[in-house]
C-alpha cells in the first residue's frame, strides 16, 4: 500500500513567502499595521513611517491590507522567490 506521508510531510514544511508592498503616497503613517500585525513584521521609524522589518515572518493574514484605511499595503504571495502573476 503506497505511503504519501513523507511527501505531505514535505509539503506541509513548505514556508510559503510572502511580499509586503507599502504605497508611501498613500500611506499616511497612522500605525495600524504596525500595531495589528500579529507576527510584528511591520515597524515604525522615528518619523512613524511603516517599515518592513521582518518579511520573512509574514503569514499572508493580509490584516495590515484589509485595515489599512488608505488601501497603501497589499501582500503579495511568492512562488519559488518570484511574484505571483495575476
Ligand atoms: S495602516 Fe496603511 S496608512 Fe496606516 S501606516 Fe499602515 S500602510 Fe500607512
Ligand atoms: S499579512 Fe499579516 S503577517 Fe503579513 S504583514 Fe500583514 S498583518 Fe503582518
Redo the contacts with the bound molecule.
Keep these: 500500500m503506497p505511503n504519501n506521508s513523507d511527501d505531505k510531510k514535505a509539503q506541509g514544511k513548505k514556508k510559503k513567502l510572502?511580499e509586503?508592498i507599502i504605497f508611501r503616497d498613500w500611506c499616511k503613517s497612522c500605525g495600524i499595521?504596525a500595531a495589528f500585525?500579529?507576527?510584528q513584521?511591520?515597524g515604525r521609524n522615528n518619523a512613524g513611517e511603516p517599515v518592513i522589518e521582518r518579511p520573512q515572518d509574514?503569514?499572508?493574514?493580509?490584516?495590515?491590507?484589509t485595515h489599512c484605511p488608505d488601501f497603501a499595503i497589499t501582500?503579495i504571495e511568492l512562488n519559488h522567490g518570484e511574484r505571483k502573476q495575476a
Aim: hydrophobic share 30%; glycine share 6%.
Design positions: 510572502y509586503q499595521c500585525c500579529p507576527k513584521v511591520i509574514c503569514i499572508g493574514c493580509r490584516f495590515c491590507e501582500i
